[in-house]
């Protein structure tokens, strides 16, 4: 099973700011099976990021992701008001497919 | 446009079973593999497992198999969890989602079912 650790835990910033969260496989996520959701309080999960890179659809281009092999990141330039949530990575690699524990990012 | 939309709050006896759906509408069903992702209160995703509507082939995750089954009725464009014994534990919010691809992230989701297991 790949295990996804996210760092930090909780990431307290203001509005405006930008923030990188990280995401590390224990092993290879080759090709870059590896995706972000994004969840706010009492919703479900919505995906950000496919395939390491890609933006989903609507997804402002504020969010931009990095990364391969094992070490990912997701960079969001300027936070908006409704960017604070929880985030989550995500490797489809292999089954069992596994979720990063997530970073939350709240309003400092 | 895409939807799942996924049946309602439950709440459920330790013993009991239950089964919970997950309706497809906007897409052709039998094209995508459908995922199940549970959410303890206060806690992060995990992956279940997932069905493709066109076989009815599953993969379980090693945590929830032999606890749960997946199904389909490919009539009605609806996947299903079941448990045929539930325990306090399965108390959670459980989501449904779509892949938009078979080896792929999960491109549009439920709005989840609460279950709630107590005695």
């Known amino acids: 099973e790949i295990v996804l650790t996210q760092s930090p835990g909780t990431l307290s910033l203001s509005p405006g700011e930008r923030a990188t969260l990280s995401c590390r496989a224990s092993?290879?996520?080759?090709?870059?099976?590896l995706a972000w959701y994004q969840q706010k309080p009492g919703q479900a999960p919505r995906l950000l990021i496919y395939?390491?890179?890609s933006r989903a659809t609507g997804i402002p281009d504020r969010f931009t992701c990095s990364g391969s092999g094992t070490d990912f990141a997701l960079t969001i330039s300027r936070l908006e008001p409704e960017d604070f949530a929880v985030y989550y990575c995500q490797q489809y690699l292999t089954t069992p497919f596994t979720f990063g524990p997530g970073t939350k990012v709240d309003i400092k | 446009e895409v939807q799942l939309v996924q049946s309602g709050a439950e709440v459920k006896k330790p013993g009991e079973s239950l089964r919970i759906s997950c309706q497809g509408s906007?897409?052709?069903?039998?094209?995508?593999?459908i995922t199940w992702v549970r959410q303890m209160p206060g806690k992060g995703l995990e992956w279940m497992g997932r069905i493709n509507p066109s076989d009815s082939y599953s993969n379980y995750s090693p945590s929830f198999q032999g606890h749960v089954t997946f199904s389909l009725d490919r009539t009605i464009s609806t996947a299903y969890l079941q448990w045929s014994s539930l325990k306090a534990s399965d108390s959670a919010m459980y989501y449904c989602?779509?892949?938009?691809?078979?080896?792929?992230?999960?491109?549009?989701w439920g709005q989840g079912t609460l279950v709630t297991v107590s005695s």
């Open positions: 395939g390491a890179s």
């Open positions: 989602a779509r892949h938009s691809r078979p080896n792929s992230d999960f491109d549009s």
């Open positions: 906007g897409y052709s069903f039998t094209n995508f593999w």
């Open positions: 092993q290879s996520v080759s090709s870059n099976y």
